[in-house]
């Protein structure tokens, strides 16, 4: 029998409140617990991309700070919308003028973000 001391290193999930900084244009968290630090991410408001009744597009800033798997930087989070139709010739011609639209919108939210970083927002 042997008396050496053994000992284990156990992972534990400990659950106590982080306090984070918030940047001004975050309006709050999809998800309140976030098991991990990395998974905290701030969310801008969302803006609805779809122009003429077509669902393109919805984008809204976004910016996981702790991430180590993803890039932390402060980025506009874009999501294709589920459009998907059989379209005559007119509505065609009004899906293609509704990209263009879209388009615009979305190089104008690239440059709202572009101007948050060269403000040094938070």
């Not at 008396?3 to 534990?12: L, P």
């Not at 393109?56 to 702790?66: H, I």
């Amino acid at each position: 029998m042997s008396t050496e001391h053994r000992t284990a290193q156990v992972d534990v999930h400990v659950i106590k409140s982080l306090e984070i900084d918030e940047p001004d244009w975050c309006i709050g968290h999809r998800d309140d617990l976030a098991q991990f630090k990395v998974d905290i991410t701030h969310y801008g408001p969302e803006h609805a991309i779809a122009p003429n009744g077509f669902d393109l597009f919805s984008a809204r800033l976004g910016q996981s700070p702790f991430a180590d798997r993803a890039p932390s930087d402060l980025v506009l989070y874009v999501e294709q919308g589920g459009f998907t139709g059989s379209l005559n010739p007119d509505e065609v011609d009004a899906l293609a003028d509704s990209l263009i639209e879209a388009a615009a919108r979305l190089r104008e939210l690239g440059r709202d973000l572009a101007a948050i970083l060269d403000g040094g927002g938070r």
